[in-house]
T-cell receptor, first 111, second 117 residues
Framework: RKEVEQDPGPFNVPEGATVAFNCTYSNSASQSFFWYRQDCRKEPKLLMSVYSSGNEDGRFTAQLNRASQYISLLIRDSKLSDSATYLC????????????FGRGTSLIVHP | DTGVSQDPRHKITKRGQNVTFRCDPISEHNRLYWYRQTLGQGPEFLTYFQNEAQLEKSRLLSDRFSAERPKGSFSTLEIQRTEQGDSAMYLC???????????????FGSGTQLSVL
């Protein structure tokens, strides 16, 4: 079983739609959770951290459910520019905490 | 430009050759990570430095791979006797964090695309 799992998609949605992605992680001792965005042929960039109480940044809402070991990302009022791959990242304990990436979920927003 | 820089951007080599990549992190960042990414997959962890100390190395990493960060600033990743399966994007990321902390944000370079023929 992979440490961080995501549905690769693609999720194909019209502009203005609301779309949600989930991510599950296997190590219950994981700390710190993030969503990164990666555009085609570009490096990943931090989108937002995920806090236990849930957090919002404009059209983006992130939630963490420690009991079920999953993280979610909700995008409201999708824009064409939201088209990208969204990577779930979990800091997984070992000797140190290592940022462990899921395979990413591809989002395509069409007119 | 004060971001993470990687050199070269692209490298084409023949199977069996050695290659070396360089990463210059953001200057005040004490942590440096190397990841590998192939098409359709997320970045896969390779190794991690806290200052000049290599603290973690992936169990999946072949002995052909070695990384250094001699003065706690730039880092190099060397692959010896390259194989076609080594073809991938090699990404470097840096961050700032105290030992034991776990909530720092990563800043990535643009990567080095390796093609092994």
């Amino acid at each position: 079983r992979k440490e961080v799992e995501q549905d690769p998609g693609p999720f194909n949605v019209p502009e203005g739609a609301t779309v949600a992605f989930n991510c599950t992680y296997s190590n219950s001792a994981s700390q710190s959770f993030f969503w990164y965005r990666q555009d085609c042929r570009k490096e990943p960039k931090l989108l937002m951290s995920v806090y236990s109480s849930g957090n919002e940044d404009g059209r983006f809402t992130a939630q963490l459910n420690r009991a079920s070991q999953y993280i979610s990302l909700l995008i409201r009022d999708s824009k064409l520019s939201d088209s990208a791959t969204y990577l779930c990242v979990v800091n997984t304990p070992g000797g140190s905490y290592i940022p462990t990436f899921g395979r990413g979920t591809s989002l395509i927003v069409h007119p | 430009d004060t971001g993470v820089s990687q050199d070269p951007r692209h490298k084409i080599t023949k199977r069996g050759q050695n290659v070396t990549f360089r990463c210059d992190p953001i200057s005040e960042h004490n942590r440096l990570y190397w990841y590998r990414q192939t098409l359709g997959q997320g970045p896969e962890f390779l190794t991690y430095f806290q200052n000049e100390a290599q603290l973690e190395k992936s169990r999946l990493l072949s002995d052909r791979f070695s990384a250094e960060r001699p003065k706690g600033s730039f880092s190099t990743l060397e692959i010896q006797r390259t194989e076609q399966g080594d073809s991938a994007m090699y990404l470097c990321a840096s961050s700032h964090g105290d030992r034991g902390s776990h909530n720092e944000k990563l800043f990535f370079g643009s990567g080095t695309q390796l093609s092994v023929l």
